[in-house]
């Protein structure tokens, strides 16, 4: 009696489960299905088998579609604000290249600041990326941050040495944010 007790409850545990697990399909499934039904009642002429929404990736099924470009987020063409800011930060890193270079340490501080405020523009602009490339984002975002100070703090001290090895870490900092995006984003 105690045993059939306990597989009596053992088998109500896991028909819940079961039940509570089918009702979260159920309505991540609904959301869908209203997402798409608002959708044709607004007039939309597409398809029900071909059509794609880019903001979702999905079908107007519901199923999955493979993702655009080459990085496993959204294509080039969705980052043309992202490329207008690359070709801010190339400038603006080219301008504390050239003081560096030129020795002129003491105005160090105002190149790399600038730098490091345009590279902080970068994640409002790329919402496209896949989250794991956004979460790297933002963390080469705090070496950019962290470099600019050291930069600034090795270029008030006279240390062109340290200033120039602050310069390196830079450079590859912002190389490793150009190869978060899709190939050909930033032209």
């Given at each position: 009696?105690?045993?059939?007790?306990?597989?009596?409850?053992?088998?109500l545990?896991?028909?819940?489960g079961?039940?509570?697990?089918?009702?979260?399909?159920?309505?991540?499934?609904?959301?869908?299905?209203?997402?798409?039904?608002?959708?044709?009642?607004?007039?939309?002429?597409?398809s029900s088998?071909s059509?794609?929404?880019?903001?979702?990736?999905t079908?107007?099924?519901?199923a999955?579609q493979?993702?655009?470009?080459t990085?496993?987020?959204a294509g080039?063409?969705?980052?043309?604000?992202a490329?207008?800011?690359?070709?801010?930060?190339?400038?603006?890193?080219?301008?504390?290249?050239k003081?560096?270079?030129?020795?002129?340490?003491?105005?160090?501080?105002?190149?790399?600041?600038?730098?490091?405020?345009?590279?902080?523009?970068?994640p409002?602009q790329?919402?496209?990326?896949?989250?794991?490339?956004?979460?790297?984002?933002?963390?080469?975002?705090?070496?950019?941050d962290q470099l600019?100070?050291?930069?600034?703090?090795?270029?008030?001290?006279?240390?062109?040495k340290?200033?120039?090895?602050?310069?390196?870490?830079?450079?590859?900092?912002?190389?490793?944010?150009?190869?978060?995006?899709?190939?050909?984003?930033?032209?």
């Amino acid at each position: 009696m105690i045993r059939n007790t306990h597989t009596s409850q053992s088998a109500l545990l896991k028909g819940i489960g079961a039940t509570l697990l089918g009702l979260t399909l159920v309505g991540c499934g609904s959301n869908t299905a209203s997402d798409n039904t608002s959708a044709a009642s607004t007039g939309s002429s597409t398809s029900s088998t071909s059509s794609t929404s880019p903001a979702s990736n999905t079908t107007s099924t519901g199923a999955p579609q493979p993702t655009i470009g080459t990085s496993g987020g959204a294509g080039a063409a969705s980052f043309k604000a992202a490329a207008a800011t690359w070709t801010k930060i190339s400038a603006a890193k080219a301008d504390l290249d050239k003081i560096i270079a030129s020795k002129k340490l003491t105005s160090v501080h105002e190149a790399a600041f600038k730098v490091r405020d345009i590279v902080r523009t970068l994640p409002a602009q790329s919402s496209g990326l896949a989250p794991d490339k956004a979460k790297t984002l933002a963390t080469q975002i705090k070496n950019v941050d962290q470099l600019a100070s050291r930069l600034d703090k090795e270029g008030d001290s006279n240390n062109l040495k340290g200033t120039q090895d602050n310069q390196a870490g830079l450079s590859d900092t912002l190389d490793t944010i150009h190869d978060l995006y899709p190939s050909g984003t930033f032209k």
